[in-house]
Each structure stands twice: as C-alpha cells, then as structure tokens.
C-alpha cells in the first residue's frame, strides 16, 4: 500500500478529532442529540478548515448504527462505507462539473429514492458556489422542501457568490481560518507521531506559511520532510519553502528609525540578488509594519497581538519606542497604497526601492499643514513625521497648497521641509504677469455642500468603479470645482478626460450615484482647466493677452492687511503678481 500524505492520514474521523472547529463539532452533535437536524446546511469559510471533513463526519453521525452522544461510532458498516468512499447513501458531488441546469435536473429525479442502508441520503456539494445561477434557481424548490430522508450539505470558500434565495433556505456555518498556537500544536502532535525532529520555531514557521489553513500547514509539512528528512532545521525550511527570516525586516525597521537609507537599500538588494519573490518579501515587510504599530499601541500586551516569537517582538516594541505613532501609522500606508503598483509593475524592484527609500526618509517629511501653523514664528520649521502620507491639505482660512496629479489622481503626499529661502523683493510697479496667466486658479471650498462632496469622493469613486471601472480611472483624475443652483462644476485634468466625462452614459451614471449620496438631483458639468486644449477641437481657448503694466502693488501694505499672505511669501520665496479681493475695501 503506497503512503499517504499527512493531510489524508490525519484526517480526522470524529467530532472529537476536529481542531479549531469546535462551536461547528457542539452545534451538529447538539442538533442530532434533540433531533432537530435541518434539511439543508451551508458550511463557509477559508479552505483547507475542515468543511468537507465536517460534512462526511456529520454524514456518518447520521447514519451510525452506534451513535453515542453525536458521536459517530466509526466501526459499524455504515461508518466504514462512508471511510471507505463505498457509501451509497453518502453522494459527494464536485460542483466545478455538476453545475448546470441539466445536472440539477438529473439530481431532482434521485433524491426520491430511498437510501439503501441508512437512515438519510446525505449529498455533499464541494464548492458549490461553482453552480450556476439558472441552475440555483432550478434547485430552490427541491433545496427548501426536499424527501423527508435527503440532507443536502454545500461548502464553499466563496459564499457571497450564493443567491441570497438559497442562503435563506440552508443554516449556515461560518468556519474560522486557524490560529497559529492552533496549527502548531497539531504539528507537533503529528510530528512527534511521526517521529520528525523538528525545533518550535521551525513549526512556527511553517505554521505561518500556511496563513490559517491545516490542510496547507500539513502539505508543507510534507515538503520540508522531502527536502530535509526527519531532521528538520530551520535553514532547511527557509531554503525549501523560499522565505524571508524575520530578521530581514527588522533590519528595515531599524533602517526607518535610524533614517539610514543606505542600510535600506543594502538590505533590500540582498534580497532581490537572493532571487526571493518581491511579492512574498513585500507582503511580509507590511505585515511587520502592522506589528510596529501593534507594538506601538499596545507595548505591554504585544506578544498577545503579534505571532512572532518572544525575542522579536521584544525588538519591535524597542524599535516602536524609538518612532512616532505618525511615522508607524503614514509607513503603513504607503505600503498599502504601493502594493498595486508592485504587483502591477513592469519593473517591480524599482517600485520597492523607493518605497524603502521613502520608509527611511519618511520621519524627515511634513505636510504642508503643518508649516503653515509655523509660518510667522521666529524659531525654525522643524520636520517631523507627516500626519498622514495621503492627503496633506491646507485648510480653508490658510494659504492653498499647490496642487499636482499624481499617477492616481491624488495630490503629492508630503512635502519635505525647505531649506531657508531668501526673501524676494518686490518692487512697487514692477511689471509682471498675472498669476492666472499661469497656472489655474485654486477654488476655495466656501460651499459646505462642496466640502462634503470633497470628504466623500473616495467613496463615490468605489460606487462608480463597482458599476464601470474604465470610468473610475478616468474620474480619478477629476476633481469638483463649484456647486451652484443644483449644477456640479467638475475640472477634468485633460481632454480625454473631458471628452469621457461629457459622453452621456457617463455623465448619466455618475449624476444617478451622486443623487444617492447627496439626496438631490445635480447636474453635471465637465470643464478643462485654463489653458488645456480640447480634444474635439485641440485648440486652446483664447484668451485676451494681459497688459503687462500692472497697477502699482503696495507690498508693505499687503504684509499689513494679510499676515498670511507675507507669512507665506517669506517661506516659500514667493513675490505678489497681482492683488484680487473678493471684498475689496470701501
């Protein structure tokens, strides 16, 4: 007889056996015990959890000639057909194959037949979220009211692909990805069966591979054995499974607290000359960020939170001592923000590069915010880490901050601290050009509704991407300029962005989301910023050319009037164009 693999041989067999599951094993065993056992069941959750194991233990509890307290007794014929594969009444069905009308249709003119041994016809479906939407419908009826003697069990790791028409027919059973104490100790119980010698480290890593699944912890099991033998090291693990030792990324979170870049950097092109996956590096680089802010968050209680070993998390509560929450918190989201575009790239190993370059000069950054709350003091604007990577923004009643599209729409994250600029000099009738002969104006947000709409476009882009992604990517480059009298005025960044957003199937669609969001009708209209040209046209709008003698600009009267406006200039090196008053003295 040929060996079986350790996810076959350590199936288990009785509810008892089953780890990890064990508010599913008391709610079957209870169900059998008061005999109200229902005709229909749903059993969801990640794979490798136990859900088709559950099924076929169920299906044997209930059948067994000698059930003891929901027990299957796992002796008797029927129990040992069912372990067998032989059992007549126990029908499992792959649903990536039978998954049609027709299928369902063959099925509803057998489930009329009696079993030939036991108590119940018991038909597992594996996968059922494979099964067609026409073939659903076709099963409603005999899934709500089926022979007295039919159970039907479907799992699925996908249940939001069932109609709700079926979930609300079956109970359902929701199985939970293991725990990492909960993988290893079943390791080791097999190891240990198995007479394997293997370290708990070496189980804590092959444990973490498997990200919650036994049957994947047990299937790694077997390779590293395959390549190593019973004596198992952890360089063994690390070379047949390709990981990445935690000590990697704790060098980079100590190159981040250190602002060593070229440490970073170093670290960084070992691991790509090591020929590591950049995704698999990536994925455990952001998960040793969440366990820096974990850390951060909770020092004490640290160990309970993260599923590292005691002396790494020692090092990730030392190193969250020495950085800001800010800094933990901004480096999360530039990971998460970046994961797209490595997965994307052309050219991955540059993306991650100047992630980790931006990780280690992140506590270098500051928003424009905050320099503005500084400007006008005496002592230095000193940077520290930005509030947040995504959206610095100045306020209303402050200087706008100059804007520019970056690849996804979004304004530049962060803005590193000047070095001290010279003040530029001004002379009264100095002729200059306008500044709106430069660059587009900056909209202030007097409209709260435009505010409001501002706070939610994030949340309007998803409901539009849900319905039309093309449309999603073309918005995301759009920004709301005004509202006035029930039209929505939206600056598009170029012409074809213009052009989509004057198409009407989507000019229709985004004015029907924005209805729901703001509970009133508005009508939508696309413009380009001054200067753009338009594609239907490509020429650029006239304009009526300036006088280049400018009225005389009293600057010390300016630096008197508005404190801002020359708190601004002395920061930024900046010289008056042109003086516009939305109220101008009387």
Known sequence: MSPQVTALKWRPQVFADMVGQE?????LQNAMKANRVAHAYIFAGPRGVGKTTTARIFAKALNCRNLKDGEPCNTCDLCQDVNNGSSMDVIEIDSASFNGVDDIRSLQETVATAPSKGKYKVYIFDEAHRITKQAFDAFLKTLEEPPAHVIFILASTEIHQFPATVQSRCQRFEF??????????????????????????GLYQIARAARGSMRDSQRTLDQVVAFAGKEVKAEDIRVALGTIEEEVFLKLIEAAVNQDAPSALTVTKAVIDGGKDLEHFYAGLLETF?????????????????SLSGEDVEKLVKFSAQMEEAQILSSLRLLIEQEWALRHSNNPQIVLETVVLELAHLKQLTSVGDLLKQVGSSS??????????????????????????SAEGAPSPAYSAPSAPKPVVVMEGEPVLAVDEIEEPVETESSPELAKLKSQWQELLEKVGAKKAALKGVLVDTRPKTIDEGTLVLLCKGPFHYEQMTKSENKVLVE????????RKLNLVAVLPEGAKNASTDKAPV?????MSAPKVDVKEIEKDEPVVAAAMKLFGAKVVEVKRNNPPK
Not at 384 to 396: E, F, G, L, T, V
Not at 543 to 547: D, E, M, V
């Open 543 to 547: 304009r009526t050319p300036k006088s």
């Open 290 to 306: 969440r366990h820096l802010a974990v850390a951060k968050a909770y020092p004490a209680s640290a160990a309970q939170f993260i």
């Open 512 to 519: 029907g989301i924005l209805e729901e969001m703001l509970g």
């Open 380 to 405: 230095p604007v000193m940077p520290r880490p930005a509030s947040s990577p995504a959206y610095a923004k100045a306020s209303a009643d402050k200087l706008p901050a100059p804007r520019s599209f």
């Open 23 to 27: 508010h599913i094993s008391r709610s």
């Open 176 to 201: 939970r990805a293991m725990g990492i104490d909960t993988l290893t100790k079943q390791l080791r119980r097999i190891t240990d069966a198995e007479g394997i010698q293997i370290d708990d480290k």
